[in-house]
């Protein structure tokens, strides 16, 4: 059939069973917005900045698995959406950017809203096109999916020109719909099996073994074969800000994050372990600090990582194993199940100076009858939700109180920006989160910082109706930098007051939500649940104004290791 390159992006779109496609239209896709709109399959979503539509389509996929959409027109369209790119490749979440060019003709003569999209996004895409040519488009489109979401996923950039979009010619839909292979890239699936025998036999020769779980749980969908190997070995685990319900945190086994703002019991346990099993991680500098501090002690490390860049590249490791992590783990247990397992002798030491370290408490706070704590909120958060909601967050303090006070026992519940720590993902993730799963509570755990960064985005919310509720962690500074110029700084704070706030009350009224302001500790939970009761059915603001002065704890100052935390008996 012969169709035109915007009805070949629809074809292809529903081939790829796209549910909703979140953008901004422009001049350079007209043709493509005209497609869309006469087909009633895909639903678009009409966000009111570029970035929010790149970061609802990543909410979206965070909470689904699945790929997310963004549609953008060029120049400022195609500029505005790099945040929202670069936030999804280093937290490598699967999305197509499908972004309008000039006409092939003025491509390099400076014409209106013209941007090298391929050149701008190069750095943070896992790869990108620009499609000349209409007879490309369909297999590039078909590139472009099977790349973002294989391997270590990630975003891809398919930027096509306004008259390729325009253009016609044959479109053979049998041809499109056969198996995809690109010679120039073979992602490994199964792990050496050599190297997963010796990874089992270290495993089970250590005493204190120790399990250190990234985003790639997360991403593989791999939470059941996690705990399966946790329970197998008798060894604690600990998952980064990205992996939280890889392991249910209800689960003894758990010992909470690790890193920065992790718990005393996961770092102290990731320190001195003798073996180390990393499982679709970085060892990034927020996770494992002082690089030279964290190789002072002995111990042997496996690493699990579908991405062989990763292995090796901050810390050095002695059994690398490249694969995909669901499959990886499965051979894994395969494995261990073949032969004698660890007797509970064999780590009861190790298990008993654990529950010495649980037993520091180190997230516990003083509560306050006049004032309103931060972990209060998220505390009866977690309670009235029955731990089931899916929590989005921006940036800060909030984003780590979040992290640490609301217990996930489900993967893809938890979604937050952790490579790019990017202000303002908070409200669009959770826009694309409510609209994948309709019935389900969202939350969106923000401050009167970064929620300013997007906030416009309550109009998209009002236009469809999304019931997302927003709890406002409001002490009127950037909460974490305020910190950091508290313990590091002299006190001098410096651009991290927020002065003149609005009265978000009256301006989610004006967005024609409900907003409710909560000033004192004993309203926290009455506010809560008329929240979820009262409006179960609409957007509810709600403004806590908490304690100024509190600061997120534990903490690892930077530069220093996982063993030097400052607690919140040493509150400086």
Excluded at 90 to 96: E, R
Excluded at 201 to 210: F, K, T
Aim: hydrophobic letters at 40%; proline letters at 5%; charged letters at 20%.
């Amino acid at each position: 059939m012969i169709l035109t390159g915007a009805e070949i992006l629809i074809r292809c779109l529903q081939h790829e069973k796209a549910e909703y496609v979140f953008g901004y239209p422009g001049g350079a896709v007209l043709y493509l917005y005209d497609a869309l709109f006469q087909q009633d399959d895909i639903r678009h979503v009409l966000v009111r900045h570029e970035q929010a539509a790149v970061h609802a389509a990543d909410g979206y996929a965070r909470s689904t698995g699945k790929t997310g959409i963004a549609l953008v027109t060029s120049g400022p369209g195609a500029t505005n959406a790099v945040t929202g790119i670069a936030t999804a490749y280093y937290d490598s979440i699967p999305l197509v950017l499908i972004s309008g060019q000039v006409a092939t003709a003025f491509i390099g003569q400076d014409a209106f809203q013209e941007v090298d999209t391929v050149g701008v996004t190069r750095p943070c895409t896992k790869h990108n096109f620009l499609v000349r040519d209409v007879h490309d488009l369909a297999l590039t489109l078909k590139k472009a999916f099977y790349l973002a979401r294989s391997g270590r996923p990630g975003p891809v950039v398919v930027d096509i020109p306004k008259d390729v979009s325009n253009a016609r010619c044959e479109f053979d839909e049998k041809e499109f719909s056969k198996e995809i292979s690109m010679r120039s890239y073979n992602p490994v699936i199964r792990g050496h099996q050599g190297q997963i025998k010796k990874a089992a036999q270290m495993l089970l020769e250590a005493h204190r073994p120790m399990i250190y779980a990234g985003g790639g749980i997360v991403l593989s969908d791999s939470a059941k074969e996690l705990t399966r190997l946790a329970n197998l070995l008798g060894a604690p685990v600990t998952t980064t800000l990205m992996g939280l319900g890889g392991i249910p945190a209800s689960d003894r086994l758990y010992l909470g994050m690790p890193g920065m703002h992790g718990t005393f019991e996961a770092n102290m346990a990731m320190h001195y372990s003798d073996v180390l099993l990393a499982i679709g991680t970085r060892f990034d500098d927020r996770v494992i600090g002082n690089v030279d501090h964290f190789a002072s002690e002995q111990r042997k490390i496996i690493h699990i990582d579908i991405d062989p860049a990763s292995i090796s590249k901050r810390v050095k490791v002695d059994i690398p194993i490249v694969g995909n992590v669901r499959d990886v783990l499965d051979q894994l247990i395969r494995q261990l199940e073949s032969g004698p397992l660890p007797a509970q002798e064999h780590t009861a030491g190790w298990w008993t100076q654990i529950e010495e370290w649980r037993a520091r408490q180190c997230l516990a706070y003083k509560p306050s009858a006049e004032t309103i704590k931060p972990q209060f909120v998220i505390q009866k958060l977690w309670e009235i939700t029955d731990g089931k909601a899916f929590i989005t967050s921006d940036v800060g303090q909030h984003q780590m109180w979040a992290a640490q006070y609301y217990r996930f026992d489900q993967p893809r519940r938890w979604l937050n920006s952790g490579g790019l720590g990017t202000m303002g993902v908070g409200l669009p993730y959770a826009m694309g989160a409510q609209l994948a799963h309709p019935d389900a509570p969202v939350v969106c755990v923000s401050s009167e910082g970064s929620i300013q960064m997007n906030i416009q985005e309550l109009s998209t919310c009002r236009q469809f109706r999304l019931p997302i509720k927003i709890c406002l962690l409001n002490n009127r500074y950037l909460g974490m930098v305020r910190q950091w110029q508290q313990m590091f700084h002299g006190q001098r704070y410096s651009g991290s007051y927020m002065d003149s706030l609005p009265d978000f009350v009256r301006l989610a009224e004006a967005y024609g939500h409900v907003g409710i302001r909560v000033d004192k500790p004993g309203d926290v939970e009455g506010a809560l649940r008329e929240a979820f009761t009262t409006h179960k059915d609409e957007l509810v603001f709600l403004d806590f104004q908490i304690d100024r002065s509190e600061n997120v704890y534990p903490m690892v100052p930077g530069g220093k290791g996982l063993t030097e935390m400052v607690l919140p008996s040493e509150d400086l």
